[in-house]
């Protein structure tokens, strides 16, 4: 009697860790305690991987806010998934219009040379940018290799994207899509990259 009382005792010591042990362990970094909004604040805070000058904090928030898989995140890996995942459409869509522009000015392409250079600087620039995104996306979503993820997230926003920004400085060639992109390249893979930091 007295010996299935401590088993049931210990049984039940036993069941109660195994219950109440996970959640609370997740909770600390993952767990649904966590609301959206505060998975966003750790997205745009950019401790020690952005310069904080140029940094705008609250267009982050309101850009991440706007997408409804990214705010409804309920971890951070899936936060990060989702924001590189956010990032490509909309790095796509910036060389989509790239691209366009570059078929377009194809007929009086003699006459500027400068966008012309310019426009296949940032194709090219953007192709990287896209394939670093890319290899972000399957490390963190499939090798949990996110300190890899953090170094393409990087390489994107600096040397990928560098050669656009050199090629309209220095051609004085101004593109008012062109240069919005650019600052969302610089959002998306910094915002990803503070995620991956702390996973
Ligand atoms: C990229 O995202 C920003 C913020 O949501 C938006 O303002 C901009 O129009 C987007 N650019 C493209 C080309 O989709």
Redesign the pocket.
């Known amino acids: 009697m007295a010996a299935s009382f401590i088993s049931s005792i210990l049984m039940s010591l036993f069941l109660s860790h195994l219950f109440l042990v996970p959640p609370a362990a997740t909770a600390t970094t993952t767990g649904p305690s966590r609301s959206g909004g505060q998975l966003l604040k750790i997205a745009c805070t950019i401790d020690g991987i952005a310069d904080p000058k140029t940094w705008d904090y609250n267009l982050c928030i309101k850009?991440l806010k706007?997408n409804p898989k990214v705010a409804s995140s309920p971890n951070l890996p899936t936060l990060a998934i989702n924001i590189i995942k956010f990032g490509i459409?909309?790095i796509t869509?910036?060389h989509t219009?790239i691209k366009n522009s570059q078929e377009r000015k194809n007929v009086g392409s003699a006459h500027r040379p400068a966008l012309k250079a310019s426009l296949k600087a940032c194709d090219e620039s953007y192709e990287l940018i896209l394939i670093s995104f890319q290899s972000a996306l399957g490390e963190v979503k499939d090798d949990k290799e996110y300190e890899t993820a953090t170094y393409d997230l990087l390489l994107a926003r600096t040397d990928d994207l560098d050669g656009c920004k050199k090629a309209l400085a220095s051609k004085k060639v101004e593109d008012s899509?062109i240069s919005?992109?650019n600052k969302?390249v610089n959002l998306f893979s910094t915002a990803a990259d503070a995620v991956c930091t702390r996973l």
């Open positions: 850009v706007s459409s909309n869509n910036t219009h899509s919005s992109g969302f």
